[in-house]
């Protein structure tokens, strides 16, 4: 066989779906195994969303759709956005996509060359640099701090813009930490980027997934330009309405931007099936709060997960106040976070995810999903309870 790519070479991929996959082996050898390892909500999608989906298909919206999206849902999105941002995008503004990861991918495909950087948050989403490295772009990673409750320090950003800066992608809620950024953070965060004329990537995937005791409240970039200039706003409904598998989101920046997106896209994917379309319009349209009884019970589970850690020695973590992770602390252990989430899945069926696989900075932690049952929440620390030896 000839040799492949040199950028096969860099791709990793998701590795916490490669944790689940020998955690799905040890169920299948009689072991009961508690899964915390990927981010995955346990509710049903809403049921508009799967009514509205089976009424498609059967009015055979089943054929190809406008490359960028049809309108219906395109109009939705732009309600959605006036309500939770104060601004209506434009048509053009938006672009259809399976889901957040792609528009990632589409976005910086779309702004750096090889050698180019993009600034991340470290620790990060794990497919971050795996898309800039595929593209042959350059992560440089801000270390977040545990003492500055894992929020990026505009200081720290500054410090490594360079001449080949072309964007910087910021998440908040952030995935692995749960932390929120201020709105006084992200106006720094923008001006410094409108200083030296970079766009910003504003994961707000986990946007409506803040908890009420939070001390800071969701606020986008976005609603500093209206997406006009250089702010591009990544989201899904994966996260917020339990509809990982439907593959639905959309993708809102400046038009031309979006427009040389929607091309790359329309050359990799096509389209969108028009029938989960028609049913996430549905859904935005007639119920844009189905998410509010997750977050209450999410909020519950996040209030007992954190009462379990801090009966545990050896492990800490700070309070989320949004998504449904716990970044936990276990340093003390002396293991690396590889080796003492392999000891947690064998010894005592808790699959988690290690720290470094969301970069350095994420050594000496293990990232807990708590969208799981108070039950098997309780369960899982009833083991370690039981046994020290973790």
């Given amino acids: 066989m000839k040799r492949l790519s040199s950028i096969t070479q860099s791709l990793e991929g998701q590795k916490m779906f490669q944790i689940m996959e020998r955690a799905n082996q040890l169920e299948k050898t009689g072991k009961r ?49 006036l ?126 997934m803040i908890y009420e005791d939070s001390p800071n409240k969701f606020f986008s970039p976005s609603q500093i330009d ?15 309405y339990s509809m990982t598998g439907w593959r639905i989101g959309a993708v809102t920046g400046p038009s031309k931007l979006i427009s040389k997106m929607a091309v790359l896209f329309e050359t990799i994917n096509s389209c969108v099936p028009p029938f989960i379309q028609h049913a996430a319009a549905e859904l935005l349209k007639n119920e844009p709060n189905a ?38 602390n276990i340093k003390s252990s002396g293991k690396d976070s590889i080796s003492y989430a392999n000891h947690l899945l064998e010894e005592f069926g808790i699959a988690t995810c290690p720290g470094i696989y969301f970069g350095p900075s994420g050594e000496g932690y293990v990232r807990f999903c708590f969208a799981n049952s108070i039950a098997n929440i309780n369960s899982a620390f009833d083991r370690l309870d039981i046994s020290k030896s973790f």
Wanted: glycine share 4%.
């Fill in 33 to 81: 195994v508690f899964h915390f390892e990927i981010g995955d909500p346990d509710f049903s999608s809403p049921e508009i969303a799967k009514t509205a989906a089976i009424s498609a298909i059967s009015q055979n919206m089943t054929k190809y759709a406008p490359s960028s999206g049809i309108i219906n849902y395109k109009e939705a999105c732009q309600e959605i956005t």
């Fill in 83 to 208: 309500k939770s941002r104060g601004f209506r995008p434009a048509l053009n503004q938006l672009l259809v996509t399976p889901g957040a990861n792609i528009q990632i991918y589409l976005a910086c495909a779309c702004i750096i060359d090889p050698g180019d950087e993009v600034i991340v948050q470290d620790p990060c989403f794990v497919s971050y640099e795996s898309i800039i490295k595929s593209l042959r772009g350059k992560a440089i990673r801000v270390p977040l701090s545990e003492n500055n409750n894992f929020e990026i320090e505009p200081s720290e950003l500054l410090k490594r813009i360079s001449p080949r800066t072309k964007a910087v992608i910021i998440n908040s809620p952030h995935n692995p930490t749960g932390s929120v950024l201020s709105e006084a953070t992200i106006k720094q965060i923008y001006s410094i980027c409108e200083k030296y004329d970079i766009f910003v990537l504003s994961d707000e995937v986990y946007g409506r």
């Fill in 226 to 240: 209206h997406c006009n200039e250089r702010t591009v706003i990544i989201h899904s409904l994966s996260k917020t």
């Fill in 291 to 328: 998410s509010r009884l997750m977050m209450r019970e999410y909020q519950k589970r996040r209030n007992i997960f954190m009462n379990r850690i801090t009966l545990l020695d050896g492990m800490l973590c700070n309070r989320p106040f949004g998504a449904f992770y716990g970044f936990v």
